[in-house]
T-cell receptor, first 114, second 114 residues
Framework: DVKVTQSSRYLVKRTGEKVFLECVQDMDHENMFWYRQDPGLGLRLIYF???????EKGDIPEGYSVSREKKERFSLILESASTNQTSMYLC?????????????FGNGTRLTVT | GNSVTQMEGPVTLSEEAFLTINCTYT??????LFWYVQYPGEGLQLLLKATKADDKGSNKGFEATYRKETTSFHLEKGSVQVSDSAVYFC?????????????FGRGTQLTVWP
């Protein structure tokens, strides 16, 4: 089974801190994604990557950046955390084999910014 | 553009009741359609999918039929169980430059009472 592992289940950070959320997948997937999940808004795409060192902006990239130095790892970076970035963050991966390949999700990181 | 609209929750049912969660979509090109489920404290997992018109996806007693004429992919189950309590997300994927990316609905919370 595919495993997508997010390094932390819960994080509490202060406003202005630089925050790193880490995600690792073990199935050699080319595509990786970062979503945030908020009540009533569903999942919104922040960034995604189709290959090492490649990144694409999603729908809400402002205040975030990403890093993909190795195929299995995709990091989300909050350059200067703000309270409106308090949310559940979900990482996902999939193969590059067409549009009907399902996403495999990690269990999420619940981030609180105070 | 690409978007998914699903019925708002929460939905509350008694065990063994019939479930329908409506989902409609707009898409450029020919999308693949998915239902994902999120159990409490977990990430999303694929429930079922359909990749072309008139396909029926099914899993764990849930079904959904890809209706191109009505741009719909409604989720149904004939007899729900307490263990089906979760949040359900309808999603679509298209090819091209957004290969692998999913567009999600806002999610529908289902609670089943014994």
């Amino acid at each position: 089974d595919v495993k997508v592992t997010q390094s932390s289940r819960y994080l509490v950070k202060r406003t202005g801190e630089k925050v790193f959320l880490e995600c690792v997948q073990d199935m050699d997937h080319e595509n990786m994604f970062w979503y945030r999940q908020d009540p009533g808004l569903g999942l919104r795409l922040i960034y995604f990557s189709y290959d090492v060192k490649m990144k694409e902006k999603g729908d809400i990239p402002e205040g975030y950046s990403v890093s993909r130095e190795k195929k299995e790892r995709f990091s989300l970076i909050l350059e200067s955390a703000s309270t409106n970035q308090t949310s559940m963050y979900l990482c996902a991966s999939t193969t590059a084999q067409g549009s009907n390949s399902p996403l495999h999700f990690g269990n999420g990181t619940r981030l609180t910014v105070t | 553009g690409n978007s998914v609209t699903q019925m708002e929750g929460p939905v509350t049912l008694s065990e063994e009741a019939f479930l329908t969660i409506n989902c409609t979509y707009t898409a450029t090109g020919y999308p693949s359609l998915f239902w994902y489920v999120q159990y409490p404290g977990e990430g999303l997992q694929l429930l079922l999918k359909a990749t072309k018109a008139d396909d029926k996806g099914s899993n764990k007693g849930f079904e959904a039929t890809y209706r191109k004429e009505t741009t719909s992919f409604h989720l149904e189950k004939g007899s729900v169980q307490v263990s089906d309590s979760a949040v359900y997300f309808c999603a679509l994927s298209v090819g091209g430059s957004t290969l692998g990316r999913l567009y999600f609905g806002r999610g529908t919370q289902l609670t089943v009472w014994p």
